[in-house]
């Protein structure tokens, strides 16, 4: 048939199977003369409205879920928003982690000005260093030498006179002291003395005991000896306290002596960085440093070094130390931290430990690390939904988070294997905009099973699957092909190349009058497409090679569609596409594996028999149906009773089903073309082989849109194709389903060339005409149908079936 025939009534003309792009609407030749043109997000506006909304509202609980598609633009809308508003020119202030000194598990935190974290903690260590360098040279000074001697040799001379007078004291009793070996350590012990010598009173007693020795005279002595011991006890004791005091005075000495460079150094300090806390910090500081004189005296603390196993071990005091948890120096404006690995460690930080070679796990407060919790603090968060929901633990923490605006970092070890000491920093305060990107399925499941989630997370941004097409968004998404070949390096595009792109976009919308936003598969495309046009040696990609892309694309992942079209081929797959059949008709089903959906055409068949069961779904018996397909066919029995069972009851016991169909089936999509084989079946007139059918149906017999129009169209074409086209095949469609027709070139063209054709259908009726070449019949004002009409021989086989069951009885309800 040629483009000037006049079509019959239904039937389509190619003008309504695509839309075609007129790349001479473009106002250049090829996207290079876009160079320079601004980037627009394409679309989105209401997502626009609510990302602006979310990222200038600082109150609580106004975070950001972004929802939509994979590849739909969602992380380069937020991406976009993020540089367009005022990030300001202020920085969040640093974080750094002390020792708490009155607290040792408990570090105490910091926030200074931006830089101002890294000069505080330079200062401490030039602290510590300064105090290290000047200290012993106070104590090896003349003066400090001289009062330290001074008060060692007047408490050892004191305690030389002491000794001396209890000596003498004993000596004048008849005593003596000598030292004893005890050990690796003498002592001194008292003995008496006989015949002018040092004796032991074992020797005593046993002279006394051959009466050498008087036995009162040893037992004077021997009550004597026990007093000058207990005296001598007393006297060590004496000594002991005496060597305590001394250490304390010359412990105070050396904090006299230290006192006024630590003053100096720690009012240095504190005149240098005046904010909160820090006053308190430094005092606590100046104490403990009074009390580590020694060390700082020596230079370096005496703990070990690392062990022979190579086990880890602190070697230098940490408690002075300043831990600069979050350095904003280098920061401008407020931060956009992008958190693509959402770990516990990576979002809340994280208490590092170390094992000592006693295989103790110990820790302090400068292995405190921070997460990106922190480094966001005052500016925004950027976080994928699905990975936030499958890392143990991130959830509860973050909603938590959310909730008290405070970070907690702690040690995630749900197992206990780093038992050990541990640390509780001081929760940090932090103002932090979450922007959290997922699909629409997750924001769903978190809405209805998680009471915090709207609490925390008040508003969605949803960006739309499709936009509206108009000019302006065409040179959009010309800028978008313009944008990929400079990001990627691809050669320009022809204006025809633009315009099969667009075509392409449409067509991925499902509506003619939109386009896609899944800009993933629109950037896939030009890059596919550029790969064609270099490998034919061209340095500039037409139109030719976009389809091409699309083709190649299509054959990669079309293997399975293919072996199922050849069983159809090969008369595996039972379907007529020729000739004529009662209670027969082709139905078209939607496969989909993943990565490509696809047509398969099958044979739907009906018959019909007296009975009472009525219409009976083979499909459904057999539990290979869903609840949709199922829906559709019990909506069937509801058109019958419309029709024809006003007059009478419906008495009949009808069977419907997919031939050959092994996998299950489901949707009402093929509910037109079942109430088609019904209804030939109930007339007993033929339909033609040559025509499918998709469509849903009501009771009412109008015919409803169904989904993948252009699949269905294509892939029975495709059938047609290989088996062999008459030129009297063609594909019965719902005309509501006509602006999402956007058909492959090479259907079209066939359609125009006659080989193929596409009808559309409001009603039932409509197609009845198109596949029987008959007139479905209008009931009159008593509601009989003209006698030669499909509904008229319907309605005839009703009524017999109707008497013959009444005259055999309600024995048999099938």
């Not at 008290?404 to 970092?409: D, P, Q």
């Not at 009906?606 to 779904?617: E, F, L, S, Y």
Request: aromatic letters at 6%; one cysteine or more.
């Amino acid at each position: 048939m040629s483009a000037n025939e006049t079509r019959p009534s239904h039937e389509l003309t190619p003008d309504d199977l695509r839309w075609h792009c007129d790349p001479a609407a473009f106002p250049f030749e090829t996207t290079d003369e876009l160079a320079g043109s601004p980037i627009h997000i394409i679309g989105q506006d209401r997502a626009r409205e609510a990302l602006l909304l979310g990222l200038n509202v600082r109150a609580e609980g106004y975070n950001i879920f972004a929802t939509g598609e994979v590849g739909g633009g969602r992380s380069t809308t937020v991406r976009r928003m993020l540089s367009e508003i005022d990030l300001g020119e202020e920085p969040p202030r640093d974080l750094v982690f002390v020792h708490d000194f009155q607290h040792p598990d408990q570090p105490h935190q910091l926030s200074f000005p931006a830089s101002r974290g890294r000069e505080f903690r330079e200062a401490m260590e030039e602290l510590i260093q300064g105090l290290m360098r000047d200290l012993p040279k106070i104590f090896d000074s003349e003066l400090y030498q001289r009062q330290r001697t001074a008060i060692i040799d007047a408490g050892a001379q004191q305690q030389r006179a002491m000794f001396r007078e209890f000596e003498k004291r004993v000596q004048d009793e008849g005593f003596t002291m000598v030292q004893v070996q005890i050990g690796p350590l003498t002592r001194p012990n008292i003995v008496p003395v006989h015949e002018e010598k040092p004796v032991d009173v074992d020797e005593l007693v046993q002279l006394a005991e051959q009466g050498k020795y008087a036995q009162d005279e040893l037992e004077a002595i021997q009550t004597r000896l026990s007093d000058l011991r207990g005296e001598l006890e007393a006297l060590a004791k004496k000594v002991r306290r005496m060597d305590r005091e001394l250490r304390r005075e010359l412990d105070e000495m050396d904090r006299q002596f230290a006192r006024p460079l630590l003053e100096e150094a720690i009012g240095d300090l504190q005149d240098a960085f005046g904010e909160p806390g820090v006053e308190g910090y430094l005092k606590q500081v100046a104490e403990a440093l009074l009390d580590s004189l020694d060390e700082l005296r020596q230079g370096v603390d005496a703990r070990p070094e690392p062990g022979p196993e190579g086990e880890v071990e602190i070697v230098h005091d940490p408690s002075f130390d300043v831990n600069l948890l979050v350095d904003n120096s280098q920061t401008k404006g407020r931060p956009v931290i992008w958190e693509t690995t959402p770990s516990y460690r990576n979002l809340f930080g994280t208490i590092e430990k170390i094992r000592t070679a006693e295989g103790e796990w110990v820790t302090d407060h400068t292995r405190i690390r921070a997460g990106s919790l922190l480094r966001a603090n005052g500016g925004f968060l950027v976080l994928d939904a699905m990975d936030v929901l499958v890392e143990p633990g991130v959830w509860a923490a973050l909603k938590r988070t959310l909730r008290t605006r405070k970070v907690e970092i702690q040690v995630f070890d749900p197992m206990n294997m780093m038992a050990g000491n541990a640390i509780k920093p001081e929760p940090v305060p932090i103002d932090v905009k979450v922007i959290m990107i997922g699909t629409r399925q997750i924001y769903g499941l978190l809405h209805r099973h998680d009471e915090d989630f709207t609490k925390i997370f008040k508003v969605k941004a949803e960006m739309a699957m499709t936009i509206p097409r108009s000019g302006q968004e065409l040179i959009n998404y010309a800028a978008f092909v313009h944008k990929k070949t400079q990001d990627d390096e691809l050669p320009p595009f022809h204006r025809q190349a633009v315009a099969a792109i667009i075509e392409h976009g449409i067509r991925l919308s499902g509506n003619r009058r939109k386009m896609t936003t899944r800009f993933a598969e629109i950037a896939d495309l030009v890059r596919e497409s550029a790969f064609w046009a270099r490998q034919r040696g061209a340095d500039l990609v037409c139109g030719e090679d976009v389809d091409r892309a699309i083709d190649r694309k299509v054959h990669r992942v079309s293997l399975t569609e293919e072996i199922l079209r050849e069983r159809i081929e090969e008369g595996m797959v039972l379907l007529d596409i020729d000739g004529e059949a009662i209670g027969q008709v082709n139905g078209l089903a939607i496969l989909d594996t993943g990565d490509h959906s696809f047509c398969q055409p099958s044979r739907i068949t009906a018959t019909v028999a007296m009975g009472r069961a009525g219409v009976i779904d083979l499909d459904r018996e057999a539990e290979m149906s869903g609840a949709l397909h199922t829906k559709g066919v019990l909506t069937l029995t509801g058109f019958l009773r419309e029709r024809f069972a006003q007059d009478k009851p419906l008495a009949l016991t009808a069977t419907v089903t997919f031939e050959q169909n092994y996998g299950g089936v489901d949707g009402d999509s093929a509910s037109s073309a079942e109430l088609y084989a019904l209804l030939s079946s109930l007339a007993d007139v033929p339909i033609r082989q040559g025509i499918a059918v998709t469509g849903s149906v009501n009771q009412r017999g109008e015919v409803q849109p169904i989904g993948g129009v252009n699949e269905k169209i294509e892939g029975y074409y495709d059938v047609c194709k290989a088996i062999g086209i008459s030129g009297k095949q063609g594909v019965l469609i719902p005309r509501r389903n006509m602006p999402n027709l956007m058909l492959r070139k090479d259907v079209v063209e066939a359609v125009r060339n006659g080989e193929f054709h596409v009808w559309a259908v409001d009603t039932i009726e409509q197609g009845l005409e198109v596949l029987t070449g008959k007139t479905a019949g209008k009931a009159n004002a008593k509601g009989a149908y003209p006698k030669n009409s499909v509904f008229g021989r319907a309605d005839a086989t009703l009524t017999r079936l109707a008497e013959q069951v009444n005259e055999f009885g309600p024995a048999d309800r099938r």
